[in-house]
Structures are given as structure tokens and as C-alpha cells.
């Protein structure tokens, strides 16, 4: 970066990271969003706060530029469309979920996924009594 001076912080990640980042949207289940930050950790908190704090207007903000009637109902109707957009993206993912486990069988739901774990650790615990057991005969077998 020749000619140019660093950036005291760089945010970057996927557009869920970030919405979730400024508390605009949070993921119902699953991996929690990427978000990358570098650079001035205090700088990056303090930017979060503030993120956090605010609550802009659409409203208003709407009404200025389109005026008092038109700004209202834009406002309502990005605000109902974003909470449709929410409801359905969410139903979209448990349909997904559902049809990978139920119908496709290509991921293990969490019934089945409990039962493999209670499995291998029963079978854990069989083995370690086992060792125990030949390492008992194995003292009584040299004394």
C-alpha cells in the first residue's frame, strides 16, 4: 500500500455477520455469521456501541424525502417487507433442514445424532473398563 496510510479498522465478513454485527439481525439457528474485524480492538467496541445504539428513524427520514403522506406508507411497507422477508427466510432454512434430514437422509437429524453420541460413549466407557480389567490381569499374571 504505497502512498497510503493504514486504517486504524477493517470490518469485512458475509451481509449476516454484518446485520447481526449492528444488531439488525440475528440468525435463528446454526453457525453463527463470519465477521472479520482487524485493527483498533477498543475502536471496533466503541463502533458496536454506537452500531447498537442507534435507531434511525425510516419514518421520518422517508417522509422528509417523499413527503408526509407518501413517506408513512413506504416506511410500513419496507419495514413489512423486511419482517416478511425474516419470517420467510427462516422458514425457508427449516424447510431445507427438514428435507436434508427427513427426506434426502443427507444430514443426521438430532434424535439420531444424540442416540450415535450416547453410543460411542457407552462404548468409550465398556473400553476403558476393559483396559482396566487386562491391565488387572496382567499384575496378577507377573505376581
Same mark, same amino acid.
Given at each position: 500500500?504505497? +502512498? ?8 469485512? +465478513? ?15 439457528? +446454526?453457525?453463527?455469521?463470519? $465477521?472479520? @474485524?482487524? %485493527? ?10 454506537? @452500531? ?6 425510516? *419514518? ?6 417523499? %413527503? ?26 427449516? &424447510?431445507?433442514?427438514?428435507?436434508? @434430514?427427513?427426506?434426502?437422509? &443427507?444430514?443426521?437429524?438430532? $434424535? ?8 460411542? &460413549? ?8 476393559? *483396559? ?7 499384575? $496378577? %499374571?507377573?505376581?
Amino acid at each position: 500500500r504505497r +502512498g497510503r496510510e493504514q486504517s486504524d479498522l477493517g470490518i469485512s +465478513g458475509s451481509l449476516a455477520g454484518l446485520l447481526s454485527l449492528a444488531g439488525i439481525a440475528r440468525p435463528a439457528s +446454526g453457525p453463527a455469521p463470519r $465477521v472479520d @474485524v482487524t %485493527g483498533d480492538a477498543q475502536l471496533a467496541r466503541e463502533l458496536e456501541a454506537l @452500531v447498537r445504539g442507534a435507531s434511525p428513524d425510516l *419514518e421520518a427520514a422517508l417522509a422528509a424525502q417523499f %413527503g408526509n403522506t407518501a413517506g408513512p406508507l413506504i416506511a410500513r411497507s419496507v419495514l413489512g417487507a423486511w419482517h416478511w422477508m425474516r419470517a420467510s427466510v427462516s422458514s425457508f432454512q427449516e &424447510d431445507v433442514a427438514e428435507y436434508l @434430514v427427513e427426506e434426502t437422509g &443427507d444430514v443426521v437429524g438430532e $434424535v439420531e445424532l444424540d442416540a450415535f453420541n450416547r453410543d460411542v &460413549d457407552a462404548l468409550r466407557d465398556r473400553v476403558e473398563r476393559l *483396559e482396566q480389567r487386562v491391565a488387572r490381569v496382567k499384575r $496378577v %499374571g507377573t505376581s
